[in-house]
């Protein structure tokens, strides 16, 4: 691919980690745009509504992109939005050997070309000098820092397993959806592998050069956002950017065209930024020790024991 690499900011870690709060407080800085969990766009564009409110398939953003990257051809999502099958962890192994960009651009055809044609879409349309993506899958993020049209930066979002998987287990209404009125749900051991897998991969596969590895703990973000949005901000982009934050926590959201993500994604206008920790209340004291006992090694990593 010629011309400008177009800059991406990956969000990794686990979901119901925050990272569709931090994307949206990104997305409100000058020169940025936030996407949503990319990856994902496929299953979104008739089953979920855009970030701005109306179905992702009739929004003028997402349509103007897809005729870009078609050069003036509508692209419907079988042919372009089919990018998570770039999300397998069986191929991670593929990244490490010689002349793997060939053969990954190989092995997955047209979706390898056609992501790098999504990027510099959504940068051609938006006028954005920075796409933030929160899809988070671990091979996902490693495939992209593998394209050469690509300038990949990632923010590692961790947060607290037990935490994590007592918002999995909830059950959260889905605004955003229309076939399914909830969000996703999963049990505490499926939600202890996932939390496992996202954080203890994005520690092996995601990291690049110093200057492009950010780890941020989620209850860090909500206790003081402006020190953390900043550094983010910093590693992003070379020029000086800023969020419009009303005060020490509170940010002003507007509309954002994410594609995919937690519900949360719709929500708009000052946004008061507080540690959701419900947990410690309402987990139960089973489910905290079958937790503990399973994550311990990287709670005690992210500083969560011994304090």
């Known amino acids: 691919m010629s011309g400008p690499r177009t800059r991406i900011l990956f969000i990794g870690g686990c979901g119901r980690s925050g990272t569709t709060l931090l994307g ?30 109306v179905r992702a398939s009739e929004c003028d953003f997402w349509r103007a992109v897809r005729r870009q990257a078609g050069a003036g051809r509508l692209l419907e999502e079988p042919e372009f939005f089919g990018l998570g099958r770039l999300a397998r962890w069986r191929h991670l192994a593929l990244t490490f050997t010689p002349d793997c960009e060939r053969r990954l651009a190989t092995l997955y055809g047209e979706h390898w070309q056609g ?43 961790v947060r607290d397993a037990r935490a994590v998987v007592y918002s999995w287990k909830r059950l959260k209404p ?52 402006r020190e953390s949005v900043g550094r983010i901000l910093r590693m992003a982009t070379e020029r000086p950017v800023d ?38 209340t309402g987990m139960s004291r089973a489910d905290r020790r079958f937790v503990t006992a399973l994550t311990w090694p990287l709670l005690l990593r992210y500083g969560y024991l011994g304090r």
Not at 31 to 52: D, I, K, P
Not at 116 to 129: D, F, K, M, T
Not at 137 to 143: N, S
Not at 252 to 276: K, M
């Open 24 to 53: 949206q407080i990104l997305g409100q800085a000058e020169g940025f745009c936030f996407v949503g969990e990319a990856m994902y766009g496929w299953r979104s564009l008739s089953t979920r509504r855009c970030g701005c409110g």
């Open 115 to 157: 992501c790098e044609r999504l990027y510099a879409a959504i940068a051609a349309v938006s006028g954005a000098e920075v796409i933030v993506d929160s899809s988070k899958a671990v091979p996902y993020g490693r495939m992209l820092s593998l394209m050469p049209g690509l300038d990949l930066r990632v923010v590692h979002v």
């Open 174 to 225: 889905a605004p955003d959806r229309f076939e399914n009125p909830y969000m996703t749900q999963q049990e505490r051991g499926p939600g202890v592998l996932f939390w496992i897998m996202s954080n203890l991969g994005a520690e092996l596969f995601l990291p690049g050069l110093p200057d492009r590895y950010l780890r941020l703990r989620y209850e860090n973000l909500v206790a003081r956002p």
């Open 243 to 280: 969020v419009p934050f009303a005060d020490a926590r509170t940010v002003g959201v507007g509309p954002t065209h994410s594609i995919a993500g937690n519900a949360d994604r719709l929500r708009t206008g000052p946004v008061e930024l507080r540690c959701d920790d419900e947990w410690k």
